[in-house]
């Protein structure tokens, strides 16, 4: 059965570095692993996408072993304003059982 | 360049009822997904549509269906309303299906409330 699995929530001090892991045993061969934010009353914002090893962009990096089977998404230096929902999607399964996975959710709170 | 816009935004339906939600794609997509998110489930997939063809469904009775036109915007449908299908409905656009390395865009959701 195809899952994905985060922390329930996070604690965290501006300043400070963040990193979240979601764990996804089934993931597709092909298929990319995206992390969203959420705020309350808002559809998820795409924050990276990576396939292996590392990807880096303005806002955080993403950490991805060579089996794949999980990822790390680190947000450095966060700030009051990153206190949101942090979600991880992979693709898992295939042909007719291939289905787009989110995980869990991971609750971040940022404290001043 | 404009959003994925869905409307409406709010809706209250009766049990029993059925609903349509619509979804507007961003401008020269062509894959639209659909979720439904609820604070016990969270976001689960609902079904996928690519050049108005349904590629992948989730784990849904056959009471949630969807379509895709041809000018890439997407109606789901839910008939005989239960009091469980209270939740905020989201659609994202991609110019890929999947996750292949291409981003998702999402629109603000509809939150469906069943009474």
């Known amino acids: 059965l195809a899952k994905t699995t985060q922390p329930i929530s996070m604690d965290s001090y501006e300043g400070q570095e963040v990193n979240i892991t979601c764990s996804h045993n089934?993931?597709?061969?092909?298929?990319?692993i995206t992390w969203y934010q959420q705020f309350p009353s808002q559809g998820p914002r795409f924050i990276i996408q990576?396939?292996?090893t590392k990807v880096t962009n303005e806002v955080a990096s993403l950490f991805i072993p060579a089996d794949r089977k999980s990822s790390t998404l680190s947000l450095p230096r966060v700030s009051l304003s990153d206190t949101a929902v942090y979600y991880c999607?992979?693709?898992?399964?295939?042909?007719?059982?291939?289905?787009?996975?989110f995980g869990s959710g991971t609750r971040l709170l940022v404290r001043p | 360049k404009a959003g994925v816009t869905q409307t409406p935004r709010y809706l209250i339906k009766t049990r029993g009822q059925q609903v349509t939600l619509s979804c507007s794609p961003i401008?020269?997509?062509?894959?639209v997904s659909w979720y439904q998110q609820t604070p016990g489930q969270g976001l689960q997939f609902l079904f996928e549509?690519?050049?108005?063809?349904?590629?992948n469904k989730g784990n849904f009775p056959g009471r949630f269906s969807g379509r895709q036109f041809s000018n890439s915007r997407s109606e789901m449908n839910v008939s005989t309303l239960e009091l469980g299908d209270s939740a905020l409905y989201l659609c994202?656009?991609?110019?890929?299906?999947?996750?292949?390395?291409?981003?998702?865009?999402f629109g603000p959701g509809t939150r469906l409330t069943v009474t």
């Open positions: 089934n993931i597709a061969t092909n298929d990319y």
């Open positions: 401008s020269g997509h062509r894959s």
């Open positions: 549509y690519f050049s108005e063809t349904q590629r």
């Open positions: 994202a656009s991609s110019h890929q299906p999947g996750t292949g390395g291409d981003e998702q865009y």
């Open positions: 990576g396939y292996k």
């Open positions: 999607l992979v693709g898992a399964g295939r042909d007719s059982s291939y289905k787009l996975i």
